[in-house]
């Protein structure tokens, strides 16, 4: 999961709180050092962590706080708060609309991950009905080119680009107007990147836009410089107007949250961030969401988005309904199974959840864990129609489990963990009880619910 270290040391931080039998000065300094100490290493710059935790100070006066309140959740609620108010730029990034053209130029240093996330956005539009097209106006690096029109070629998205031609302004005009002609809805222009913000790039990125007059420009960025991505946000932001930030790599680095904090310093809406190398690694980034999750309180919103991205249309209505009613039967996580390992990446879905990911999905062993979903298959395959469709785990009894792991030549105790999984996911998904059933795009309710 994206921060998981961060992440991880902040709900720890937050747990022993919670373990504390009475919640004084004491227990509130202990908790608030924990989480300066986790921003600290995740390269937060110190001021914004200082005036964080003086404003929960402030916020959760505990003298005030007359006997009966909540203090835990007033706490918890004022550091998620907080979190909020320091990933926010309080400005929100134009959106290119579906069916009118947008010109969309991405801009950035090179080794950022800018080719690659021209085309991990391409392909996410493409996903959602978009007429995406990519154009190659990077004539600086040699091998950019290729790389798009691999990237393009596998996502079956058209592009255009020469080995030939020099001039970056003159390909990126042709490109426009070819796709344009196309009826592109979104056509994307990566530029030029250099190994140092320098006056050439700058230059280079002035000419391209003003021949283009891209709607948005996005600027790209890699996580691991952590706090120094005020300054080179600021760099590109004075030289060309950017709309939008993309941050990189937040895979792989410890830094990644003081790069977000310093982006949203500069007043720059974040609005995806590429967690990994594949083309569908790369996840919307909405702060709220973002900041349940990483407090472990799951991203409920993301998750009923990825449902309906993953699960069949005509199997949504259905699934959503049984989880509404709370009931969550081992032929549910079956089917769920099913289209999670049709689509790939399971463990973006999964990290949505919160205390899923980390058992079933540890990043950097999908394999592993697509395996491990295979074998729960297998002998899921060995059960009858009653032991599936119950909405009780209580019916597998001793000689059920037997028989089960007879059937399907696996030992018993794969078996139990299997059903251990299963009441872990059904505990989690019994928190959807009773709530109404959003449709697409209504999702920020239901996230508000489930964190509540
Ligand atoms: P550019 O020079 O800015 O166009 O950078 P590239 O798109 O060529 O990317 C540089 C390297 O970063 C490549 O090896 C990419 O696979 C890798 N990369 C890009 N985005 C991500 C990401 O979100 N996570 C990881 N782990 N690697 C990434």
Known sequence: ??????????????????????????????????????????????????????????????????????????????????????????????????????????????????????????????KKGWKPALVCADTFRAGAFDQLKQNATKAKIPFYGSYMESDPVKIAVEGVERFKKENCDLIIVDTSGRHKQEAALFEEMRQVSEATKPDLVIFVMDSSIGQAAFDQAQAFKQSVAVGAVIVTKMDGHAKGGGALSAVAATKSPVIFIGTGEHMDEFEVFDVKPFVSRLLGMGDWSGFMDKIHEVVPMDQQPELLQKLSEGSFTLRIMYEQFQNILKMGPIGQVFS????????????????????????????????????????????????RIMRIARGSGRQLREVMEMLEEYKRLAKIWSKMKGLKIPKKGEMSALSRNMNA
């Open 1 to 126: 999961m994206v921060l998981a270290e961060l992440g991880g040391s902040i709900s720890r931080a937050l747990q022993q709180m919670s373990n504390a039998t009475i919640i004084d000065e004491k227990v509130l300094a202990e908790c608030l050092n924990e989480i300066t100490r986790a921003l600290l290493q995740a390269d937060v710059q110190f001021k914004l962590v200082r005036d964080m935790t003086n404003n929960i100070k402030k916020i959760v006066n505990l003298d005030d706080l007359a006997a009966g309140h909540n203090k835990r959740r007033i706490i918890q609620q004022a550091i998620f708060n907080e979190l909020c108010k320091m990933l926010d730029p309080g400005k929100p990034s134009f959106t290119p609309k579906k069916g009118k053209t947008s010109v969309v130029m991405f801009v950035g240093l090179q080794g950022s991950g800018k080719t690659t996330t021209c085309t991990k956005y391409a392909f996410y539009h493409q």
């Open 352 to 399: 949505m959840l919160p205390g899923f990911s980390a058992e079933l999905m540890p990043k950097g062993r999908e394999k592993e864990s697509q395996a491990k979903i295979k074998r729960y298959m297998t002998m899921m395959d060995s059960m009858t129609d009653k032991e599936l469709d119950s909405p009780t785990p209580k019916i597998m009894n001793d000689s």
